[in-house]
């Protein structure tokens, strides 16, 4: 009988969904850059394509190959991180149904729901989902949806999976895990008890800082067929170039995340022995709180991670304009370094509210360079204050 193991990651992130052009052989899929198909007769449609919007075979090709990473048996693809955010609290919501959201979440889906979902009628809850306590007491009100990030952005948070999607399953909740930061090179939700994966494909996935693009994966086929309504009826759905960006990306994530951990591992602990870091927030660390969670449902602690400055706001915003090789720019997840300041950029629209991040934060993505030159970069940009 043939061996039916599963291929491993770095096998799936090279071949799912990548089949050799059948006509040419060509070993990478065409791009196929078309806004309709030619039909054999009315209804006639070949491979079932019929118009860009409700489907195209490079599209069809990045879905594949991230449903293979997750383990999971469908992906949709959208324009953006958040328009599949968007396209799956669409698909699941109604007037009078609560999201419970963890207090450390990413501004643009805090805002997403709050300023676009809650006007529609949900109720929306955050919470801090490491805080067993205060999770079970926010389950004493029926829940539609439990909302997950972890590692989380920018804090670092680390939620324990497997006990929060048992919690959710008890309470009747959906389970939702935005899995951006870990990526699947790092960490697997639906294998833990997610119901719902959700990515920014622009940060990890694609891993060059030159795509947008969202995905939303699940095993749950009913669930899967309303969010993929969504995509072709609400019409946000990812370009053709981009889907094989994303999918060309994707074929080095094993890889790069590898580098991206090692590289960043160093300059945390770097970071956490300097003057004038007040505080690191990364897994890695022995004196994470998440550390032992971590280590568990990750393998790996991954390429992000904050710092605190002990000069307040004010280190905090120098540090950030004044190194050269992290790059001061939003987003994340790319090849190259980039640094931020997440209370005037990433998380801008959570200022005052109970997901404010601290005025003496920075955020860090770790690129690929070589790790002495940007711990250099950083060592010198730390001298300047």
């Known amino acids: 009988m043939p061996d039916q193991r599963l291929p491993g990651f770095a096998t799936r992130a090279v071949h799912a969904g990548q089949e050799p052009d059948r006509t040419t052989g060509s070993i990478t899929p065409a791009i196929h850059q078309t806004s309709t198909f030619v039909q054999d007769g009315i209804g006639g449609l070949r491979e079932g394509y019929e118009y860009g919007r409700s489907g195209n075979p490079t599209r069809t090709a990045f879905e594949q190959q991230v449903a293979a990473l997750e383990q999971g048996t469908n992906a949709v693809a959208f324009a953006s991180g958040l328009a599949a955010e968007d396209g799956l609290l669409r698909a699941v919501l109604a007037a009078g149904d609560r999201v419970l959201l963890g207090d450390d979440a990413y501004g643009g889906t805090y805002r997403l729901l709050k300023r676009i979902h809650e006007p529609a009628g949900v109720r929306l809850e955050t919470v801090d989902l490491t805080d067993a306590a205060a999770v079970e007491a926010a389950f004493a009100e029926p829940v539609r949806v439990l ?28 389970v939702v895990v935005d899995n951006t930061f870990a990526s699947p090179a790092l960490q697997q939700p639906l294998a833990l008890g997610a119901d719902v994966v959700v990515h920014s494909a622009t940060k990890y996935l ?13 095993s749950d086929e009913a669930l899967a067929e309303r969010v993929r309504f969504l995509q072709f009826a609400a019409g946000a759905v990812l370009a053709p170039f981009e889907a094989w960006l994303l999918t060309r990306g994707i074929k080095t994530l094993d890889l790069r995340m590898r580098r991206h951990t090692e590289s ?34 990750m393998s790996g602690s991954g390429g992000m991670l904050s710092v605190a400055l002990a000069g307040g706001e004010a280190a905090a915003r120098s540090l950030a304009e004044r190194t050269r090789l992290f790059a001061l720019a939003e987003s994340l997840g790319g090849v190259e370094s980039l640094i931020g300041y997440p209370s005037l950029m990433t998380h801008a629209s959570v200022r005052g509210t109970p997901l404010a991040v601290p005025e003496n934060v920075v955020r860090l993505s770790v690129g690929v360079e070589d790790l002495a030159d940007l711990q250099q970069d950083l060592e010198d940009a730390l001298r300047t204050h």
């Open 147 to 174: 909302w997950i990030e972890t590692p989380t952005n920018p804090l670092m948070k680390v939620v324990d999976i497997v006990a929060l999607a048992a919690a959710g399953h008890a309470n009747g909740a959906l």
């Open 206 to 218: 694609g891993g060059h800082s030159d795509a947008l693009g969202g995905v939303v994966v699940t």
């Open 264 to 297: 960043a591992g160093a300059i945390a602990a770097q970071l956490a022995a300097h003057p004038a870091v007040e505080r690191v927030y990364y897994p890695g660390l022995p004196d994470h709180p998440g550390h032992d969670i971590a280590a568990r449902q």
